[in-house]
């Protein structure tokens, strides 16, 4: 197996493309629905056409789609249609996720409740032009999920197929809500531990990334049990070490390729590993310093600054890096312990790499 790909892993078999015609044509319907009911919600249809459609790398349905065909899944349009609900669970969490941490923007552009709040003002509305963008955040974000859920079941499936996919369709998204739970409960409590900071990362992202994806695919394809087991082993860790990479991006990344302002993360209080290990090591100044300015929504580009030094100075960017490192080796080592599909073991293995050195 080699780690280089001359073509993104999300683009071969054109599965970026039919991923977004699938929900483009889905949203189209819901549009029409809408517009129907009344023309006071296209913005509605707006918001979540421009969320859903203005970005995203795709990564959930490229993790399922590969799995499904590396249990040796055929290649079929309702199969990408499905795989595409992935893309409304992904909706859901990042638009309650902005409003939970109060986050300005997303991918370059006002996050949901700005937008909506934004709106308010301009329409010169009564009440409060934040509440009505945080209630609209909450009510599109709920709608995503529920969009996620019709997709699955009316991709053109066979029942039973879909039936198949369902235990772990609903789990991941019961894993993803709790893990968002802990992420805010951890900053209320201000619990720095190592343990706190994997857990989070663990049911917030690394399950919902990559593990149930590849077991949705794996589903859909009524794989053995024995590639199940290879791909939990393979997406726990990978998932984990996807979700370092944002935690490192989220203090360190560049503002141009994130689509959010630098050092975001650190003004939203962030109990993440990169953190927590900083903690761990740092001095008495050190730890006065770090904590006084996580969760401070007032940290300017000095105080970010002064921040990133001291985590660096820690070790705890070199560390985070190299847990990375083991991860993602200990992801691919799994792949190997099982017969799958050749095509679709060497994307599992680009997926790998272009989810952990990311710069986005």
Known sequence: MTHAA????????????????????????????????????????????????????????????????GAGGVDTDPVVTALAALEFVQA????????????????????????????????GWGGDPDGFGDAAAILLGDLCLVW?????????????TVARARPDFDEMRTEVTIGQYLDVLTQATGDTSLERAGKVARYKSAKYT???????GAAL????????????????????AFQLRDDVLGVFGDPAQTGKPAGDDLREGKRTYLVAAALEVADDAGRTLLLGGLGDEDLDATGVARLRELIVDTGALARTE????????????ALTAVDLDTEARQALVDLAIAATRRAD
């Open 6 to 69: 001359p073509v993104s892993p999300v683009d071969r078999a054109s599965l970026r493309q039919r991923v977004d015609k699938a929900l483009s044509d889905f949203l189209a319907g819901r549009r029409a629905w809408m517009t129907d009911v009344d023309d006071a919600l296209v913005p509605v249809a707006e918001a979540i056409e421009a969320f859903v459609l203005g970005g995203g790398k795709r990564l959930r349905p490229a993790f399922a789609y590969w799995g499904y065909r």
């Open 92 to 123: 859901s969490a990042l638009i309650h996720d902005d409003l939970m941490d109060r986050s300005d923007t997303r991918r370059g552009e006002p996050a949901v409740h700005r937008r909506f709040a934004t709106r308010h003002r301009h329409a």
């Open 148 to 160: 996620s859920d019709e997709l699955l079941h009316s991709a053109g499936l066979d029942p039973r």
């Open 210 to 216: 990559v593990e149930r994806p590849l077991l949705i």
């Open 221 to 240: 394809a009524d794989a053995p049990a024995d590639v199940r087991i290879a791909y939990s082993a393979y997406g726990l860790p990978l998932g984990e």
């Open 322 to 333: 190299q847990r990375i490192v083991t991860l993602t080796d200990a992801a691919l080592a």
